[in-house]
C-alpha cells in the first residue's frame, strides 16, 4: 500500500460547481497537510495547508483533515475556468527542514465555462 | 519576486551527452530537493539536501550526481543521458520557516533525450 492515495481522475464539472478532491494515506504519524495546484506546465504552488485535524477556510477553498480515517478533502465553492489545474495533496510527521514530503499523484480538474 | 529559479527551462541532449540542470533560491532556506515529474507518476525525488554541505538519494537516484554549491544553489547532474530520462525536472526548498512548511518549486526544466 502507498504510503499517499490520490485519485488521478481526470474530474470534469460546469462551472459554479462544488468539487470535492481527496487524498488518503497509511502512516499515522502524519500531522500536516498541504494542497498544491499546479498549473499546466508550471511548478507546483502551495495552496493550502493545515496542521493535525480540523477545517480551514480560504476563499472558496477549503481544507479538511480526517485523521482518524486518514482521509483528507479540498473543497472549492463556485469553481471557475481558471481552477482548472493539477491538484496534489502532500503531507509530513513533521514540520519543515530536512522533513520530506510525501505527495499524492495529482488530481486534473477541469472547470469548463 | 523570484524564489526558485531553474535553468534552463527546455533542453534536448542526444543519448549519451552530459548536462548539468541548476538550481538557485534566494529565500535562505536550508534544505533543497530535486524531484523528477512524469505522467501518472506524480512527483518522484531524486535527491536531496537537508543542509549545505550534505546530500541524499532519494527514490530514484540512478543515473543522478548532486552539488550542493552553497546555501542558494542545488545543482543536478546527468552524466550520460538516456531516454528513460525524459521528464520535466523540478527543484525545490523548504525551511521551518515556509508557509505550513510547505516547499517553494521552480517552473521546471522540460529535458527531452533523442
Known amino acids: 500500500q502507498k504510503e499517499v492515495e490520490q485519485d488521478p481522475g481526470p474530474l470534469s464539472v460546469p462551472e459554479g460547481a462544488i468539487v470535492s478532491l481527496n487524498c488518503t494515506y497509511s502512516n499515522s504519524a502524519f500531522q500536516y497537510f498541504m494542497w498544491y495546484r499546479q498549473y499546466s506546465r508550471k511548478g507546483p504552488e502551495l495552496l493550502m495547508y493545515t496542521y493535525s485535524s480540523g477545517n480551514k477556510e480560504d476563499g472558496r477553498f477549503t481544507a479538511q483533515v480526517d485523521k482518524s480515517s486518514k482521509y483528507i478533502s479540498l473543497f472549492i465553492r463556485d469553481s471557475q475556468p481558471s481552477d482548472s489545474a493539477t491538484y496534489l495533496c502532500?503531507?509530513?510527521?513533521?514540520?519543515?527542514?530536512?522533513?520530506?514530503?510525501?505527495f499524492g499523484k495529482g488530481t486534473k480538474l477541469t472547470v469548463n465555462p | 519576486n523570484a524564489g526558485v529559479t531553474q535553468t534552463p527551462k527546455f533542453q534536448v541532449l542526444k543519448t549519451g551527452q552530459s548536462m548539468t540542470l541548476q538550481c538557485a533560491q534566494d529565500m535562505n532556506h536550508n534544505s533543497m530537493y530535486w524531484y523528477r515529474q512524469d505522467p501518472g507518476m506524480g512527483l518522484r525525488l531524486i535527491y536531496y539536501s537537508a543542509s549545505e554541505g550534505t546530500t541524499d538519494k532519494g527514490e530514484v537516484p540512478n543515473g543522478y550526481n548532486v552539488s550542493r554549491l552553497n546555501k542558494r544553489e542545488f545543482s543536478l547532474r546527468l552524466e550520460s543521458a538516456a531516454p528513460s530520462q525524459t521528464s520535466v525536472y523540478f527543484c525545490?526548498?523548504?525551511?521551518?520557516?515556509?508557509?505550513?512548511?510547505?516547499?517553494?518549486f521552480g517552473s521546471g526544466t522540460r529535458l527531452t533525450v533523442v
Open positions: 502532500a503531507m509530513s510527521a513533521r514540520p519543515g527542514g530536512s522533513e520530506k514530503l510525501v
Open positions: 525545490a526548498s523548504s525551511d521551518y520557516g515556509t508557509p505550513g512548511y510547505g516547499y517553494t
